[in-house]
């Protein structure tokens, strides 16, 4: 199994006409963030639209994917959703299909939850999903999902299941907390969120991160994981620079652009397309900071 460590890709999901997942476009992505330095990739993240899909729409893409020859060890699954009989459902079907890992959520629609509950929700979870090759990451983004995983919560989770509770991607920004993951838990994979703190979690004893813009980033990132410290300057300001618009649909915007293939523009609602406006503002970032990485033997 692949050691969740390193350059992971939050993916983008891309659409058929009917906006359902479109697993052919899907696999060649994977591949091709493969082949652009990337250890593995995480699906149904924010990135990958997974709250705008119901549980069976990404059961199914799975087993496109599987079926399709995607090497499905270096896949890691969103399966955090609010109820836990959709997560246990979700996070089984992940592993019996091989995947590295689950990333989990808390469930994010209740925001005044005590921590005794949301450790109930992610241990019945656990409980009714357990295996021997179930590895848990959860996922920290109190900005989407209104709570969050403190450090007491993880400590607890971490005492009751060693070996499944793995790793934790930090999305909050927020340096101290990273390095509070990275000092107060033992022998947990730490990752942060954007490339844009790659070097700094590296320096307190993180493993890597886990990137939305990797998908048009990855070479560049991977070079600084690897070592290449001066190339962290450029990587940085690429990351900062397109922040500046809604990801997802900038993102899309980009492949569909760079591939010629308008159908990457797809997103669902209640996300929308990039606007006129905002292409041009695209443009002007993306001349700020040079060609971007990937864009090479693009496979649409």
């Not at 990404?58 to 959703?81: C, F, H, K, P, Y």
Request: aromatic letters at 6%; a negative charge.
């Amino acid at each position: 199994m692949t050691e969740l460590k390193g350059l992971w890709a939050a993916s983008v999901t891309p659409l058929q006409p009917d906006l359902a997942p479109d697993p052919t476009r899907l696999a060649s992505h994977i591949e091709w963030l493969f082949q652009n330095g990337c250890h593995g990739v995480v699906l149904f993240g924010t990135t990958g639209e997974a709250n705008s899909f119901s549980v069976s729409e990404r059961r199914a893409l799975l087993d496109e994917l599987a079926s399709n020859g995607t090497e499905m060890s270096r896949v890691v699954v969103g399966t955090g959703l609010c109820a836990v009989p959709d997560s246990v459902e979700l996070t089984k079907h992940a592993v019996s299909l091989g995947c590295a890992g689950v990333l989990m959520l808390p469930p994010f629609y209740y925001k005044v939850v005590t921590e005794d509950g949301l450790f109930a929700a992610i241990s019945n979870t656990i409980e009714q999903s357990k295996s021997d090759d179930l590895r848990v990451v959860l996922y920290h983004f109190p900005r989407m999902s209104g709570t969050g995983y403190s450090v007491p919560l993880i400590q607890r989770l971490k005492t009751a299941y060693p070996d499944i509770l793995a790793g934790i991607k930090d999305s909050s920004g927020d340096t101290d907390n990273l390095t509070r993951y990275c000092r107060e838990i033992d022998d947990l994979a730490v990752f942060a969120g954007s490339e844009a703190l790659l070097p700094y979690a590296l320096e307190e004893g993180g493993v890597g991160c886990v990137s939305a813009t990797a998908n048009l980033t990855s070479r560049l990132v991977r070079e600084v994981y690897d070592g290449d410290k001066p190339a962290a300057d450029k990587m940085i300001r690429t990351r900062k620079a397109l922040e500046a618009l809604p990801m997802v649909p900038m993102l899309k915007h980009i492949l569909a652009t760079e591939s010629g293939d308008e159908a990457w523009n797809r997103v669902r609602p209640p996300l929308i397309e990039l606007t006129t406006a905002s292409q041009a503002r695209l443009g002007e970032i993306v001349d700020t900071v040079g060609t971007l990485p990937n864009f090479k033997n693009l496979i649409a």
